[in-house]
């Protein structure tokens, strides 16, 4: 599970479960933190061919040490970042700015979940879309 196969196989099939990766628009984030690159990658139900809404959330630290950063993801408030490799749900965004660190050359990829109306939560929606 630790080769450099298997990573790039996961990588692989993260870039198929998310098409937006591949056609979304790309909006450029900004973060409190200079060795802090974040975006998103963004479609529509109207742009996408397949009909469904996907946002995912690219935070990436270009240091070696370790970083802190804080993202204004408030047009977000009430979605869930779920972790795409792991399918970890983290706490939802609120209106206060989003507060994370990262490992040294370290990076997530998130799916924003919408908050869904049925009342099932984030880490089920994300399951549903795997």
Known sequence: PGSLLHWTRTM??????HPVFG???????????PSVLAFTREITEDESPW???????CVSNL???P???ELDLRRFEGYSP???????QFPA?????YLMTLPGHGFYWF????PDDDGRDAGAHAERTA
Not at 23 to 33: D, F, I, Q, R
Not at 51 to 57: H, P, T, W, Y
Not at 82 to 88: L, Q
């Open 93 to 97: 965004i609120g209106e206060l700015p």
């Open 82 to 88: 779920v972790e795409c490799m792991g399918g970890v």
């Open 63 to 65: 240091s070696r040490f």
């Open 12 to 17: 692989i099939e993260i870039r198929q479960r």
């Open 67 to 69: 970083q802190p950063v």
């Open 111 to 114: 799916q924003l979940v919408p």
């Open 51 to 57: 009909g469904e809404m996907d946002a995912v959330l």
């Open 23 to 33: 056609v979304g628009t790309y909006v450029e984030l900004s973060a409190s933190n």
